[in-house]
Each structure stands twice: as structure tokens, then as C-alpha cells.
């Protein structure tokens, strides 16, 4: 066996490749308001948060912060009345737990606990803030988060950072970018992870069986090319790698290996055509597919390539490090397999773009000073381990969690990253305009012509840059 600690249960999130309805358009009418199953602390009786179909509101309120109201207790001189939507699902009930550890030690309030599931969380965030009905306390992901701060959802948190510091040092540059909005913080962060190709899973038996040498986290992408080349059998249908930028901000993360970046910093501009680093970037991943041939075929890349690597079809796959506690159980006995932090690029950079989830306190929340404490409750560094050790989730958004021993001890692969995270920015890449959805859906569009070999590079190349940029020429809606 491997070095690598197998979990239990197999990891039931995959982030960053879920594809969602974020709401970028005004005109996109009603949204469909998700919401699950509630439960309140205390002694509570359950009550859902109400739920609206009314169409979100069309005109951004202010993004600054405002002068929120101290905690109120109930008009009887009750218990103060407060609530949490969460993360649906058994990978995130680490995040109810914590608001239940949270609200036995506030003995002072009354915390109901929403689920919510990933997907319905856009719409549903912007139906409720027009009916004033949004929970105090609210996750969200990077894939919508902004467009959330633009149309006023939350409420800016510096001051409270100010006043109560909750370790900010201890976060991770990129996922404090992530849970900022034009400048002002609105959100802590409880998990970054650098991206779906950020690490590279290999089947040991297959390379000791070829005699080729085991990758190194030193090594570069010219050693990622000739491994795979050396290792793709196409005859038996066996291939060297599984690389593929099915996102934008997949291929981000090469781009910027390459010393480059497909979008601007001011978010813009489209630079995947335009950077010759990232054309760089685009060139190696086309001539891996097409000239090397050591990747499978867009017929055998469908719905079974999830299981390409565990049936011993791939010498290595691309695999993030919200994988590696589930990987350990498709593969089971099969064979012996490790893990190493994606290849350096030219120049010797390894790239990532943070992919950030945070929690916010409503911008109309009566009782902002308790929001605050369950905030920093549920990013803590204790609450972070506890989501690893106990929930099989991935390290979270901070530095000491990465380098916890109750966390190095399950993986080494996690302090390893932690060095790698820490000198290297990666904010998530997302456009000025915050059309993320129709820039996505773009790139999809039009992206896989040119990575399978379908179309001449230069044509393609200039196919995705142009319809990318002119979705990113648009106004904010």
C-alpha cells in the first residue's frame, strides 16, 4: 500500500466542478427557492425559514457597511432569536454540529439550523433578501458569493475583524480574497482548496512494472509529459494522463504555472489568447492530447472516466485535495498508488486559483454582535479539524489546520501543500462584471474543440478568447 491513509467513508463533495444557476442576470425571473430539512438548539421547537418565490431584487444596494444594530432579545425578554443556513449533506454536518456546540455554550440564545442544498443557495440568498427573510448566519461559494455582495445580502464585517481579530493571519491570502468584495471583508472563510488539478494521483505498480522513476513534488511539466508519454499503452486502451481544463479557472491554475493567467487582475479582461504565457499553457495542454496522444479519447473520457484510474487505465489522474480521503476507497486493493503536488511550470511556479466558501452574517440581521461570534465560531481552527477528523472534509482555510499533526498524520500531502499555498497568491479569477456563470458556460462551449485537436489551435485559440472577452465586456447586470 501507499503512504496515503484510507478513509472510512468516501468523500461525497466534489467542489469547484458543480455547475450552478447563479443568478447574473436580472432578467432571469422568479428563482425556484431550494431549502431542506431545519432543526433548532436549545430546546427549540423546528421551524423552516420561510421561503419566497418573489424575483430577486434588480437594483445592487451599497456595498459599504452599515451601522448594524446590537443584539436584540425577544420583545417577551426571551431568548435571542438567531439562525444558520448550512451546507446540505452528510460531507458538511460538521457545520451543524458546530453551531450546536456553539449554541450550548450561548445559552442566552435561540439558534434555529437550516440546511441548504449547494445549488439552490444563489437564488435562494437573493429571493430571501428581497423579502427580508434571509438567515442571520449564511454560507456561500466563491461561484456566486460576489454577485450576492453586489445585490447587498451581507454586511461587512471589518469592523468586528477590528474590534475581535479571529486569527486573520492564520487564513490563507487567497481565501481571505475570496470572502472579500471590493475591498471590504464580508465573510469568513471555513474552506479553500487550490483547485481540481492541484495534485496528481499515480498508480505505483504500473510505473515500478515499466521501471520508470516515481514523480517528485519537484518535478516539472516536461517530466509530466514524458512520464505520461512513456506510460500510455493505447493499444490495451491504457493512458499516461487524464489532464483536461474543463473549467476556465481549471485552466487558470496551468496558466499561471506558466507564469501567466487567462483573465486580468482587475477581472476585465479575458487573457487566455492574449498572454503568450498562457498560450504557453494552452499549446502544452493541446500537443499532451493531440501530439503525444497520452490521454483518453473525448469518447473514453465520458461518463466512466471517474473510474478510468481505479480500474487501472490511468497511470496518473488529476485530483484535488478535497479527493484524497475518498480516493483511497474506490481504489481499495486494487493497487498501490501515491500522490504528488501538480508539476511546476518553466520557470519553476506552481499555480493555483483558491476555490473559497465562507460564512456571512445578513445585512439586515438584528443581531449582528451574535452572527459574529457563530461566524468565527464555525471558521475556527479547532472546528476546522474537527470537520477532518471526525467528517472526512478537507483541511479548511487555514494555515494551522493544513499543519495540524491530527491532520499531516492522515496525509502527508496536506503539510506539503501548505508551503506551496502559503508563498504562492491564488485569488479565484472572476470576471469584474461577476457574469461567472455565462463566462463558465462559454468556456465550456467553445474550449473543447480546440484541447481535443478538433480545430486548428490558432482558430480555436481566438474562437474562446473572443466570445469569453465579449461576455466579460458586458455590464454588471
Not at 417577551?76 to 457545520?95: K, N
Not at 487564513?171 to 481540481?196: Q, R, T, V
Not at 495534485?199 to 522513476?213: C, H, P, T
Not at 473543447?448 to 474562446?464: A, H, I, R, S, T
Amino acid at each position: 500500500m501507499s503512504d496515503l491513509a484510507v478513509s472510512r467513508r468516501r468523500l461525497l463533495k466534489t467542489m469547484g466542478v458543480l455547475g450552478l444557476a447563479v443568478p447574473v442576470l436580472a432578467a432571469c425571473g422568479a428563482p425556484t427557492v431550494g431549502g431542506g430539512s431545519s432543526s433548532t438548539t436549545s430546546g427549540s421547537t423546528s421551524s423552516a425559514s420561510p421561503s419566497s418565490s418573489a424575483a430577486p431584487t434588480t437594483q445592487a444596494a451599497s456595498v459599504s457597511a452599515t451601522q448594524a444594530p446590537k443584539s436584540q432579545a425577544a420583545a417577551s425578554g426571551g431568548p435571542i432569536a438567531l439562525s444558520i443556513a448550512t451546507y446540505a449533506g452528510v460531507a458538511d454536518e460538521w457545520q451543524r454540529e458546530a453551531a450546536k456546540t456553539w449554541a450550548a455554550k450561548n445559552t442566552d440564545v435561540k439558534l434555529t439550523i437550516d440546511e441548504v442544498n449547494y445549488a439552490d443557495a444563489p437564488k435562494k440568498q437573493l429571493a430571501q433578501l428581497a423579502t427580508g427573510t434571509m438567515e442571520d448566519v449564511y454560507f456561500s461559494g466563491i461561484k456566486w458569493f460576489p454577485y450576492s455582495c453586489a445585490k447587498g445580502a451581507f454586511r461587512a464585517i471589518d469592523d468586528y475583524v477590528k474590534a475581535n481579530d479571529p486569527g486573520m493571519s492564520d487564513f490563507f491570502s487567497a481565501a481571505i480574497a475570496g470572502a472579500s468584495f471590493e475591498g471590504k471583508l464580508f465573510g469568513l472563510p471555513y474552506l479553500m482548496h487550490p483547485g481540481n488539478p492541484a495534485l496528481i494521483a499515480f498508480n505505483k505498480d504500473m510505473l515500478e512494472k515499466k521501471g520508470v522513476a516515481m514523480p517528485t513534488d519537484d518535478w516539472t511539466t516536461d517530466d509530466y509529459v514524458k512520464l505520461a508519454t512513456t506510460m500510455t499503452d493505447k493499444a490495451n486502451k491504457i493512458y499516461g494522463s487524464n489532464y483536461f481544463p474543463n473549467t476556465y479557472y481549471d485552466f487558470c491554475s496551468l496558466a499561471r504555472t506558466f507564469g501567466g493567467d487567462d483573465m486580468s487582475a482587475d477581472g476585465k479582461k479575458f487573457t487566455f489568447g492574449t498572454d503568450p504565457k498562457s498560450v504557453d499553457a494552452a499549446h502544452w495542454a493541446v500537443d499532451l492530447r493531440v501530439k503525444y496522444q497520452a490521454t483518453p479519447t473525448q469518447a473514453e473520457s465520458g461518463q466512466q472516466a471517474a473510474q478510468l484510474f481505479p480500474s487501472g487505465k490511468l497511470a496518473t489522474s488529476t485530483a484535488g485535495t478535497y479527493s484524497i480521503l475518498g480516493l483511497g476507497q474506490t481504489v481499495g486493493d486494487k493497487f498501490k498508488w501515491d500522490v504528488v503536488l501538480f508539476p511546476k511550470g518553466p520557470t519553476g511556479i506552481r499555480g493555483y486559483q483558491g476555490f473559497v466558501e465562507c460564512m456571512s452574517i445578513f445585512s439586515k440581521s438584528k443581531q449582528p454582535d451574535k452572527a459574529y461570534d457563530l461566524v468565527v465560531a464555525e471558521t475556527s481552527k479547532d472546528t476546522q479539524i474537527m470537520a477532518v477528523v471526525k467528517y472526512q472534509y478537507q483541511p479548511g482555510s487555514r494555515k494551522s489546520v493544513w499543519s495540524a499533526p491530527e491532520i499531516t498524520k492522515i496525509n502527508s500531502i496536506f503539510g506539503r501543500a501548505l508551503q506551496w499555498m502559503s508563498d504562492t497568491p491564488g485569488p479565484f479569477p472572476m470576471p469584474y462584471n461577476l457574469r461567472y456563470t455565462e463566462l463558465e458556460d462559454k468556456w465550456e462551449n467553445t474550449s473543447k474543440p480546440l484541447f481535443y485537436g478538433d480545430v486548428d489551435f490558432q482558430q480555436g485559440l481566438q474562437q474562446v478568447q473572443q466570445q469569453c472577452q465579449a461576455i466579460m465586456d458586458e455590464p454588471r447586470p
